[in-house]
Structures are given as C-alpha cells and as structure tokens.
C-alpha cells in the first residue's frame, strides 16, 4: 500500500484539476460560491465524511487515506483505517466549494494512474468510483456536480458511449471528457442542488 501512495495522490490531484477544465466546457451550473473545505479537521471527522461517498456495504470494509499536507513535497497519503475489500475512500480535497469525498475501487485507480503517466490504461474490467456527495471546482467559476457515480469501461469499449452526451441540467448520464481515449460515464443520482436520503426500508411482515 505505501509505495502506491504517492502515484494516487497525484493522479487524484491530476483529475481534481481536470474536472475543474472540463466542467467548464461541458457547461455545469454556476452557483454562487460557499465555504470552502478544509484540512483543518480531526480524523474522526475526516474518516466520517470519507465514508458518506459510498453505499455503506462498501465503505464499511474499505480503508480510509487522508490528502498531503501543503507542506509535504512527496505527496504522501496517510492511512486513517485500514480496510480489506481494496476500496480507498478519501475525505475533502482541501478548498473546494462544497464536500466532495471519494470512493474507488481498484480498476478505477488503475486507469488514474495510467492517464497520468501517459499510458494505455490496459483496462479489463469495469472501474467504479462513488461521489454521492457530489464535488465543486474552483476556478474563474464555481461549478457543481450532483451526487453520481462514475465508470470506466474495459479499453476499446469506448464506441459503446457514443450515444450518450455531455452534460446537461436533466440529470441524464453524460461523459466527462468525451474526446479523450477513454471518457468517463457519469451517472448522475441526484441534481446539483438536491441530496440523497437514505431510509432504511420497513421490515417485511
């Protein structure tokens, strides 16, 4: 686990700043800007807000890595529990507009890494990856994106989504770089300014 660290901290920065790009040029809303996260938290908080990316029989058993401090040149994640189903959910990137938590799974952090390095993804399988706070960018704009979830598809799969758009205030799934080699599938759950409730069903009689 730690001599991966440093490679999916700077992939996860490296799309951080790619979503602020290309919500630009997908045409996300523009609301007005708000507090924005902070580091400046214990890491029962952190783990907590961690944990609200995903559906709870995932993050239960998945472990918990906190972001670098400015001041660490290295760029080193640090584990804030340990977890056994190869899931890494990670709490606010610091100075964003709104809470923007995310799980991934292994595949997922696999075609990170090789985008960053500038590399066939070599992708088999389906990644997955949980933003069901949602996420906001910061740039000459503020822009959100509601709760959704985000797949990768097996390389050479991508003319399966060429039907499907860019963003747009319905709701619909959309892509998220949809010139790139291998574009994400976003799939909204809720809009922008909506949050997901999760009620526990009745018990049957």
């Keep these: 686990m730690n001599c991966r660290v440093p490679k999916i901290v700077a992939v996860s ?19 007005t800007p708000s507090t ?28 918990v890595m906190d972001w670098p401090s400015a001041q660490d040149k290295e760029l080193k994640m640090r584990v804030l529990r340990e977890g056994s189903n190869g899931w890494i959910c990670m709490p606010d990137r610091p100075g964003k507009p709104r809470h923007n938590p995310m799980c991934a799974d292994q595949t997922m952090m ?19 990856s949980y933003m069901l706070q949602g996420e906001g960018a910061v740039g000459a704009d503020v822009r959100f994106a509601g709760p959704h ?26 892509l998220f ?18 949050d997901i409730v999760i009620r526990k069903a009745p018990a049957s009689e």
Excluded at 182 to 189: E, G, K, M, T, Y
Aim: aromatic letters at 6%.
């Design 13 to 31: 920065l490296l799309i951080a700043s790619a979503n602020s790009a290309i919500a630009q040029e997908d045409g996300f809303p523009q609301p």
């Design 36 to 63: 924005l996260t902070s580091s400046d938290r214990p890491d029962a908080w952190k783990i907590e807000n961690a944990l609200s990316a995903g559906p709870k029989f995932i993050t239960d058993h998945a472990t």
């Design 110 to 128: 696999k075609w990170m890494m090789a985008i960053r390095a500038g590399k066939k993804p070599n992708i088999d399988r389906i990644g997955i």
């Design 149 to 174: 979830v985000m797949l990768i598809l097996p390389d050479g799969d991508k003319d399966a989504l060429k039907d499907v758009g860019r963003y747009t205030p319905s709701g619909a799934p959309y």
């Design 177 to 194: 770089g949809p010139s790139s080699p291998s574009p994400l599938l976003i799939i909204p759950v809720a809009k922008p300014d909506e």
